[in-house]
């Protein structure tokens, strides 16, 4: 099993930043992609910013020049992170993990807002 923690979510105003990170642990081999999700109230969930093994990284559209993807290999961390946050930000941001199988993390509340 693996369980991914992500920490660093928030209330904060337009223009602002916040760095969020999710430790994977457990049963984690060799991973093939990290990556979040953000999903918004009445929308679909939708890729933010994704990271395959070789460095690779692809970001959504929406945050290209405004986030930053990063992972920590010797610690199975991935980070994100948002500058220039702006209200259309607003969403619970998942972590999400692929090795053997697919997980995701619980969740954090990203909120802009002045």
């Known amino acids: 099993q693996v369980q991914l923690v992500e920490s660093g979510g928030g209330l904060v105003q337009p223009g602002g930043s916040l760095r969020l990170s999710c430790a994977a642990s457990?049963?984690?081999?060799?991973?093939?992609?990290m990556g979040w999700y953000r999903q918004a109230p009445g929308k679909q969930r939708e890729l933010v910013a994704t990271?395959?093994?070789?460095?690779?990284?692809i970001y959504a559209d929406s945050v290209k020049g405004r986030f930053a993807i990063s992972r920590e290999n010797a610690k199975n961390t991935v980070y994100l992170q948002m500058n220039s946050l702006k209200p259309g930000d607003t969403a619970v941001y998942y972590c999400?993990?692929?090795?053997?199988?697919?997980?995701w993390g619980q969740g954090t509340q990203v909120t802009v807002s002045s």
């Open positions: 999400y993990l692929r090795t053997t199988g697919a997980y």
């Open positions: 990271i395959i093994s070789g460095g690779r990284t």
């Open positions: 457990g049963s984690v081999f060799s991973i093939e992609v």
